[in-house]
């Protein structure tokens, strides 16, 4: 089953990625385009058996505008390699599933064919993202707390006092409760003070 993975990502993956300008490095496939690095990783999981291959699929956006803010925030801490945008493949392609299998059994034509149609629906997805602004709208319309710092200074330091105050409400509205939730609003009003608010 190992061979018949790397057969099928040598044989199907990687021309699709290849095709639309990525380029390969062991399991990671990447391109680049302005300030954002584009990449989708297999992860093959660690339970794999010679007569069972799983592997999952992760989606990677990074920004080098986010990791400068980054930068910034953590008082010059380097996360040049650190992903902005991270998810699994289901995630963004609902039809796909959350890990795909590979038995003596599958058929390898029908997992092909799902894997190349869910790879080009996730790709489409990603093009859409273009900009810091589109990556911290994925987080904020997710009222996720992954990236809510540099999400807050990004908003600030572009005058976009509005959404920073909207997001907030959100962030309390979902985690509030939470014991947790005293360490991040004090980390976010040391934030909105910075910028006078």
Not at 2 to 27: D, S
Not at 72 to 90: D, F, N, P, V, Y
Not at 107 to 118: R, W, Y
Not at 162 to 180: P, V
Request: glycine share 4%; charged share 25%; hydrophobic share 40%.
């Amino acid at each position: 089953m190992q061979e018949l993975f790397k057969e099928m990502i040598k044989n199907e993956v990687k021309p699709l990625f290849t095709r639309h300008g990525y380029t390969k490095k062991a399991l990671n496939f990447r391109r680049v385009e302005g300030d954002l690095i584009y990449e989708f990783n297999f992860q093959k999981s660690q339970a794999n058996t010679a007569n069972h291959v799983r592997f999952y699929i992760n989606c990677m956006i990074h920004s080098k505008e986010l990791a400068e803010l980054q930068y910034m925030i953590s008082g010059g801490k380097t996360m040049e390699a650190q992903a902005h945008l991270i998810c699994r493949i289901e995630e963004i392609v609902p039809a796909a599933p959350d890990r795909y299998s590979l038995t003596p059994d599958t058929d390898l034509v029908i997992l092909s064919k799902e894997l190349l149609a869910h790879l080009e629906k996730a790709m489409e997805y990603m093009r859409n993202i273009t900009s810091a602004r589109d990556i911290v709208e994925y987080y904020m319309k997710r009222t996720a707390l992954h990236l809510s710092e540099e999400t807050f200074h990004f908003l600030l330091q572009n005058g976009d006092k509005t959404t920073a105050q909207k997001y907030l409400q959100q962030l309390h509205a979902e985690y509030g409760a939470e014991n947790r939730w005293a360490i991040f609003e004090k980390k976010y009003a040391a934030i909105f003070a910075e910028y006078g608010l």
